[in-house]
């Protein structure tokens, strides 16, 4: 399996996870995040703390982790229930 840019993994989890793209949105701080959330058709969030660019087109923009909340409750996720996140770094990767 690629890594990104590559949709691969990705999908993958859309595939484990029985999500659609349409119910995900992919939070990064680079193009090649960037290039795999759109290649998977995956909403993309910059992470304004960690990007290096402000260049990078993105759906939404982020400037602290809490602006993920509003986003959540604008596109109708129930915050208060449980969810899984995936956080990934290119040292390790965990489920929470």
């Known amino acids: 399996m690629g890594h990104k840019p590559d949709p691969d ?3 993958k989890y859309m595939e ?3 999500a659609s793209n349409n119910e995900l949105i992919y939070i990064g ?3 090649y995040d960037w290039e795999c959330a759109k290649s ?3 909403d993309f969030a910059l992470a304004g703390w960690g990007s290096l660019s402000r260049e990078i087109q993105a ?3 982020l400037e602290k982790p809490d602006d993920l909340l509003s986003i959540m409750r604008d596109r109708s996720y129930d915050v208060t229930e449980e969810h899984s996140i995936v956080c990934r770094s290119s ?3 965990k489920r929470t």
């Open 91 to 93: 040292n390790n990767s």
């Open 16 to 18: 484990v996870s029985n």
């Open 59 to 61: 759906d939404y923009y």
């Open 9 to 11: 993994p990705l999908f």
């Open 40 to 42: 998977a058709k995956v």
């Open 29 to 31: 701080d680079s193009v």
